[in-house]
């Protein structure tokens, strides 16, 4: 039994490159290990309607898309996968493993395109109605190990295609949301081997099982 009857929401956050992928299916493999019930999704997505808006805003286009268009996208597609997946999962005592939340949403719009973060936080708190991951694991990568391996993938969508400035304000601003609440990320270094990033996730895991999974 948990501590709680609610489901625990865990999010993995980092820049372009630096192994999300990889690191979720480590992550997944550490739950089961646990036993722990869980339902893994993705932002911006996770429903078939998250799954169409994602479609929009990662596909590249002639059309200079608005920030504020970007940021309004980002949270419909949020609001969906709230109503639909999250907040159903976690009020049964499911846990949710997803892909990327709202600090993608204050690193992305915020950091990279600018957007001012009271806008981001008002849409945040219109939303999520205080609703807030209460585990983020942040890799954390220099942008620029990051970006030469995600542009050795085929095609780069709209935000792969970015300049390098833009993903170093993205990583600066997921660094300063992880230092401004440390109980809540935790960071990885994700410039060792492999086994050693995997090392540094199953020591956060397994220390927030043995708090959040009481027997
Ligand atoms: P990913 O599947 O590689 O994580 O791609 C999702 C992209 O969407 C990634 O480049 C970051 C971007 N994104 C935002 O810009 N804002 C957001 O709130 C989220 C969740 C993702």
Known sequence: MQADNRGRFITLEGTEGVGKSTNLQFIQS?????????????????????????????????????EDAELLLVFAARAQHLSQVIRPALECGEWVLCDRFTDATFAYQGGGRGLDNQLIAQLETTVQRGLQPDLTILLDLPVEIGLARARQRAELDRFENEQIEFFERVRSAYLSRAESDPQRFAVVDASGTLEQVQQQIRDVLSKYLAENLAN
């Open 30 to 66: 550490v739950l089961e290990q646990y036993k722990v019930q869980y339902q893994l999704t993705r932002e911006p997505g996770g429903t078939p309607l998250a799954e169409e808006l994602r479609e929009l805003l990662l596909t590249n286009r002639e059309e200079r898309v608005a």
